[in-house]
């Protein structure tokens, strides 16, 4: 705290969540098979700019083993939330510069947005007592009402695991794993200069 300023509280964080959601295993011929999903998400949080969200998540995960020594799977996701926002009153600050600038942000935690992740892992079996792991995901998503702030994000993570076993005992003599995260992002902002009109 600064000399001659009040303090400042945060206000506690609080919500309640509401998900439904359904999901179906499927069996094909040739060890494929698919689990096509949805979930829906209602999120009621205690804030003035965004008080409730609502995700519609679609999924498609694909399974494959029709070798003894790899196991393929695959999967797709489609996130699209709505939310419903509010202008924001402030507890501190000017209310003038929020009127002017609020209307143009929505804040990436409950923000609007479209999001399609591309997942794909290998899990392969070189020997009874080894394993190797390897996994790619890509995230985009887009924040579709915001003006300023977060309005574009990608992510593309990578994965290797491997893990080595004793064939008498069943806990590991060697475990080694590395992820890789490359991040892009969009992040306009504005400044205001003078008076707020």
Known sequence: MLAGLAPFHNHLFGYEKETFGAEVGIKLPADFSLTPSYKHVKTERHRGDLPVSKDDIYGLAARWKGLDYLTV?????????SADWELLTLATGTQATAD????FIRRFDAAPQDRNTYKLSLDIFPADNLNIGL????????????????????????????RLT???????????FHHHD????????RRLHGSVP
């Open 73 to 81: 799977n695959a999967g797709y996701e489609r996130l699209e939330r």
């Open 100 to 103: 002017a600038i609020e209307p």
């Open 182 to 189: 490359a991040h892009r992002r969009e992040l306009p902002d």
């Open 166 to 176: 004793s064939a008498l005992q069943a806990n590991p003599l060697s475990v080694h």
């Open 135 to 162: 996994g790619y995901r890509h995230k985009k998503s887009e924040y579709t009402d915001t003006i300023l702030g977060l309005r574009d994000e990608k992510t593309d993570y990578y994965q290797f695991q491997r």
